[in-house]
């Protein structure tokens, strides 16, 4: 896959991300990577030996520095875009999932469906995963944009049925505000390309964590 210079750039500074939260510059702007982990409550069993732990995801991901970050859930980030006549909230979920082996681009068709080719922002392979960035269909004043990556993080006989493979799903989804006039400028030349570079430039992995009390 050739990635676009923005990816490129975002790539670089995802190689600079080591801890929590890391701020970082480019030639195209600035940006923070932030990691999220998937609370142990819905985390996958493991068999023995390791059936006092839960597999979980962690995902980490690169935002512009210039989003607002909110309050969260465990296993989300939430941010708020900045704007004075249309601003967005963006979420991010990380996930595990259970299923069939397949193709990543397959899945992530099948987990985050269009209305229609016109509604696609953006969408890619990279590595093993794949991703798409969608606008729903709509008629109120509110503008939704979702996105989704997944691929296969394990195969472990431990944690994963036979026939099954253990999937991490990155969802993000965002909504602009009430009350705001969100031309089609602002989804679909900013906040979905912004939205397609965080999925694309996603870096996830497998933890156990000790179950839940």
């Not at 006549?85 to 469906?113: H, I, K, M, N, W």
């Not at 709509?138 to 049925?161: E, F, H, N």
């Not at 965080?198 to 992995?205: C, D, S, W």
Request: proline share 8%.
């Amino acid at each position: 896959m050739n990635l676009p210079h923005r990816l490129i750039a975002l790539g670089a500074v995802a190689a600079l991300a080591s801890g929590t939260a890391v701020a970082a510059t480019s030639q195209h702007g600035h940006y923070v990577a932030l990691s999220l982990t998937q609370p142990a409550s819905a985390g996958l069993p493991a068999s023995k030996p390791l059936d006092a732990f839960v597999a979980v995801s962690s995902a980490r991901v690169i935002v512009p520095s210039e989003w607002a970050r909110l309050s969260a859930k465990p296993g989300q980030l939430r941010f708020l875009t900045p704007g004075t006549v249309c601003r967005y909230q963006v979420t991010f979920t990380v996930s595990s999932r259970s299923a069939p082996e397949g193709s990543s681009a397959d899945y992530v068709a099948a987990g985050l469906p269009a209305p229609g080719p016109q509604y696609i922002l953006d969408s890619g392979e990279r590595r093993s995963g794949a991703f798409r960035v969608i606008r729903e269909k709509g008629t109120g004043p509110i503008v939704r944009v979702r996105g989704l990556w997944a691929a296969v993080v394990t195969r472990r006989k431990d944690v994963v049925q036979p026939g099954q493979v253990v999937w991490t799903e990155l969802a993000v989804s965002a909504a602009s505000r009430p009350g705001n006039e969100c031309h089609s400028g602002t989804w679909r030349e900013r906040l979905g390309p912004q939205l397609g570079d965080a999925l694309a430039t996603a870096r996830t992995r497998l933890k156990f964590v000790r179950k839940p009390s």
